[in-house]
């Protein structure tokens, strides 16, 4: 693999940090600005509305771009928004912080995935874009908690400084690794544009969109959880953090592989699992290892599908990658806004912490249920 991919497997760390920090400081967050638990969610949702939004708009405005030109500009625009989150004096501030950092994610990862995936053999694709999202595994296994510990030691504002400061060597990394494409042909916008039409490129957008929300319905809340119902400290929220973030990691590499033998299976069977271990954790989160297994494996079993929904939704418009897999990204935090607002509504009606599991388990089948019909849909067209 290309030492380039490294570059962009950094960026991906300090962009993954980002994003999923919040979710181990939502306690400190929510008592320091004087806010509700749910309502210090909605800085998640706000989040992934930003990045929704912001990927198709960013992807268009820096078509004409180089993308070397296009990530390093990105990479800066994170850089700027992080420092805003680490002055951030009160909870409408932070928003609007959350929200310009967002604007990077969305076509950063997106456009990211394209250049990995064309830094190798057509055969290695998606074991590149696996590599590449492994920094967004890592940010799961070093960044989340060492950045969660950080928050909690010296408040929560240290670690955005910290994200800020890994911003800037990631910058430093893609402007000196990655290389430039001297003949890399500008994006035609029309053709962009019209490569969105047909059901099967929407029906794989709306497979992301169910994953990403069966996962954060119950990432989001997984402090409390692991606080209030399994009897863990905020020290231990760390450690727990860390270990699901070593299953993450390895559900990406494995599903990376898995993506490159047979999609169809891979997203099948992924959907298929998300939605058993989800439901098992329901039950399990009332004792420490039972619940540390679990959701282990559940961690697993999440990010084994996101190498695979990344090439899905290319393999479906693959006359427009940059705006496709750049919508993706968008589509996979529709998903995280809907399972962060899912998981806030079930506790708000008094249906208890326990429930948040159940919840992402329905959208994981919703999502298993829109698996089998893209694929079939896709096999009768193939042999029509």
Not at 85 to 109: E, Q
Not at 219 to 241: D, H, K, N, R
Request: aromatic share 10%; hydrophobic share 60%.
């Amino acid at each position: 693999m290309p030492v380039s991919l490294l570059a962009l497997a950094l960026s991906a760390f300090a962009i993954g940090t980002t994003e999923f920090v919040i979710m181990g400081l939502l306690p400190e967050v929510a008592g320091d600005l004087q806010v509700s638990i749910p309502s210090a969610g909605w800085l998640i949702s706000g989040y992934a509305l930003g990045v929704a939004i912001g990927a198709p708009i960013m992807a268009l405005l820096t078509a004409k771009l180089p993308r070397k030109n296009t990530l390093l500009l990105l990479m800066v625009i994170f850089i700027f928004g992080n420092i805003m989150c680490a002055l951030g004096y009160n909870y409408d501030f932070l928003m609007l912080a959350r929200i310009v950092t967002a604007l990077c994610h969305g076509a950063f990862f997106g456009i990211g995935a394209v250049v990995a995936a064309n830094l190798v053999p057509p055969n290695r694709r998606a074991s590149a874009v696996a590599l590449m999202f492994t920094g967004l595994t890592l940010a799961n296994v070093l960044g989340v908690p060492l950045g969660t510990a950080l928050g909690q030691a010296l408040g929560w504002r240290s670690t955005f400084w910290a994200v800020a400061v890994i911003g800037v060597l990631s910058l430093l990394a893609l402007y000196s690794k990655l290389p430039a494409v001297e003949d890399e042909a500008p994006t035609d916008l029309k053709k962009e544009l019209a490569a969105l039409r047909g059901g099967g490129i929407w029906l794989s957008l709306l497979m992301t969109v169910a994953f990403a929300a069966s996962m954060f319905a119950l990432f989001t809340y997984i402090a409390p959880l692991l606080t209030e119902v399994t009897g863990i400290s905020s020290q231990g929220v760390s450690w727990t953090l860390l270990l699901m973030g070593v299953g993450l990691t390895l559900g990406n590499i494995v599903g990376g592989r898995l993506a490159d033998w047979r999609l169809p299976v891979t997203l099948t069977c992924t959907f298929l699992v998300i939605a058993f271990f989800a439901a098992l954790f329901s039950w399990t989160s009332h004792s420490m290892v039972p619940a540390e297994m679990t959701l282990f494996l559940w961690a697993a079993a999440a990010f084994a599908a996101v190498p695979a929904l990344q090439i899905n939704v290319v393999t479906y418009g693959k006359k427009a990658p940059n705006l496709v897999s750049t919508l993706n990204i968008a589509a996979f935090n529709v998903g995280n806004a809907i399972g962060a607002w899912v998981g806030g509504v079930v506790i708000a009606q008094g249906m208890g912490l326990t429930s948040v599991p159940l919840a992402a388990a329905a959208i994981a089948l919703l999502g298993l249920v829109l698996c089998l019909v893209t694929f079939s849909r896709a096999k009768r067209l193939a042999s029509a």
